[in-house]
């Protein structure tokens, strides 16, 4: 797995990362599927990690997400890089102490979950926080759940932001100017949920006819590369790494063959007209 430095944090990042929101709640397009019990996180975990994939995205806002991520880790030999969230506000030194002890130990990466109320002053007022607490990793910037990424645009001029986590894919690229913003100002990305969901897999193949909304948006990249989910995915990809900033691409399976189809897509040539065309359309 190719692995890139994570703007100047000093990490330096799979490819691929493995978001777990999966791992503690239903998710999913389609019929909501039921996150895993602990064997199948277990083995999702260590298959992730044996395929290279030792990026683990997650949140105290993903139900049992962080503590499942923690038990599973127990079982894999192979060095990994965490990444957690909390809001900025009075509760974020005692919310990042409960994700380590549910993580087993520090996550590598904090995300500073950034709502409408969330502007450079919060920001700044929530690093000086994580200094005076002894806090020496690197901080990032992502929307809260639903928030617009492009309000996140001031906050990457504060020092001390690192890193930007945001939403990005063919389908919405709200993100792009943010993207553009990191690129030029050296802070590392991180691209959340690069397969809209699912809409970039082979899973649409059976929900497209009774979506109408989505088969609008989807078809065109379909016809694209011939009605090959494959290809679609490997497009996928490429496009929502194609910013110089972007270090890895976290996706959101919760199924290891899946993981390893993305792995795959990652790995095969996509055609550069074809990135050329997906551009233009959106
Ligand atoms: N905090 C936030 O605001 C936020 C927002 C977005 C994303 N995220 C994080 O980023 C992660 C990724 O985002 P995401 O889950 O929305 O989207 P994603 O990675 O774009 O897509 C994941 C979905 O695609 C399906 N899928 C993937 N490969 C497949 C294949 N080969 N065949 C069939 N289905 C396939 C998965 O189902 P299976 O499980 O069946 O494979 C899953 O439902 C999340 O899990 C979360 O940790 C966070």
């Known amino acids: 797995m190719e692995r890139r430095p994570l703007g100047t944090t000093g990490l330096v990042v799979p490819r691929l990362g493995l978001g777990t929101r999966g791992l503690g709640m239903e998710s999913g397009i389609g019929s909501r599927r039921a996150p895993p019990g602990p064997e199948a996180a277990a083995a999702l975990v260590r298959g992730a990690a044996a395929a290279g994939v030792t990026l683990f995205e997650t949140s105290p806002a993903y139900g049992d997400s962080e503590s499942r991520l923690g038990r599973a880790l127990s079982g894999v030999p192979q060095p990994v890089l965490l990444v957690t969230r909390a809001s900025p506000g009075p509760g974020l030194p005692a919310s990042l102490a409960a994700s380590s002890r549910r993580l087993g130990r520090e996550p590598d990466l904090l995300l500073l979950d950034c709502g409408p109320e969330t502007g450079p002053r919060e920001v700044r007022a929530a690093l000086q926080v994580l200094a005076d607490r002894g806090w020496r990793r690197p901080v990032g910037v992502s929307p809260a759940a639903g928030h617009d990424p492009a309000r996140l645009q001031p906050l990457l001029e504060e020092p001390g932001v690192a890193v930007v986590a945001v939403t990005y894919h063919l389908l919405d690229r709200r993100a792009e100017e943010v993207l553009t913003a990191a690129d030029q100002g050296g802070v590392g990305a991180l691209i959340l949920g690069p397969l809209a969901r699912g809409w970039l897999t082979p899973r649409a193949r059976d929900l497209l006819p009774t979506h109408p ?67 233009a359309w959106g």
């Open 213 to 279: 909304q989505e088969a609008g948006q989807v078809d065109p990249y379909l016809e694209l590369v011939g009605h090959d989910y494959q290809a679609l995915e490997a497009l996928a990809l490429a496009f929502a790494g194609r910013h110089a900033s972007v270090a890895a691409l976290v996706v959101g399976t919760r199924n290891l063959a899946h993981l390893e189809e993305a792995v795959s897509a990652l790995e095969r040539p996509v055609d550069p007209e074809w990135l050329e065309w997906a551009l």
